[in-house]
């Protein structure tokens, strides 16, 4: 079954910085992938999602990469400002058969240093 | 509009004891997914529900079940709550079925606590 990983459980980084979060999966490739926020004691909030035939994605401030052959998603965050502060998920499709259980990765908990 | 409403938001039960919570989607979403969150397991994916039917079914065993009504509201059961069941419970919406990988709107989650 698809696994997911996101690289590391905590991000420190100073204000102003790109902060860049990776999402590896370890199974087929999935035809999209989606990035979420999430705030402590708040449920997931939607940001961007991605489709296997689309190398980038861009909103605001954010971006989003997706590279089949290496089975990774970069998500960066430029000009980054304290209130980005969160927890970020990234989600797949649980499988073929499954597409509908979207699975999520274990987040990647963001701080950005004043 | 409103998002999607979870009730209740804390609950506290006892070992043994069942409990349901409560999901109600966005307007016109037909399609209500929940999913349990805890540290060390991190967001799991439950089950889907769609047009009243369950869609999709994560590794949880019978004591979780759910239904789905006609207006689209969900709710889920957990019968004989054992301590492993504390969680935060979040259960998100969408238009259509999630294979069209639409985006889902999470609510606010109930946090269960099991004594």
């Known amino acids: 079954s698809q696994k997911i990983e996101q690289n590391s459980e905590a991000l420190n980084i100073q204000e102003g910085k790109t902060a860049t979060l990776t999402c590896n999966y370890t199974n087929y490739s999935p035809a999209y992938l989606q990035w979420y926020r999430q705030d402590p004691g708040r449920g997931p909030v939607f940001l961007l999602l991605i489709r296997e035939n689309e190398k980038e994605k861009r909103k605001e401030r954010l971006k989003v990469t997706f590279d089949t052959t290496l089975k990774q998603s970069l998500f960066h965050i430029t000009a980054s400002q304290p209130a980005d502060s969160a927890t970020y998920l990234c989600a797949l499709p649980g499988g073929y058969s499954s597409a509908s259980k979207i699975i999520f990765g274990s987040g990647t908990r963001l701080s950005i240093r004043p | 509009k409103a998002g999607v409403t979870q009730t209740p938001r804390y609950l506290i039960k006892t070992r043994g004891q069942q409990v349901t919570l409560s999901c109600s989607p966005i307007s016109g979403h037909r399609s209500v997914s929940w999913y349990q969150q805890t540290p060390g397991q991190g967001l799991q994916f439950l089950f889907e529900?769609?047009?009243?039917?369950?869609?999709n079914k994560g590794n949880f065993p019978g004591r979780f079940s759910g239904r789905q009504f006609s207006n689209s509201r969900s709710e889920m059961n957990v019968s004989t709550l054992e301590l492993g069941d504390s969680a935060l419970y979040l259960c998100?919406?969408?238009?259509?079925?999630?294979?069209?990988?639409?985006?889902?709107?999470f609510g606010q989650g109930t946090r269960l606590t099991v004594v």
């Open positions: 998100a919406s969408s238009l259509v079925r999630a294979t069209t990988n639409t985006e889902a709107f």
């Open positions: 529900y769609f047009s009243e039917t369950q869609r």
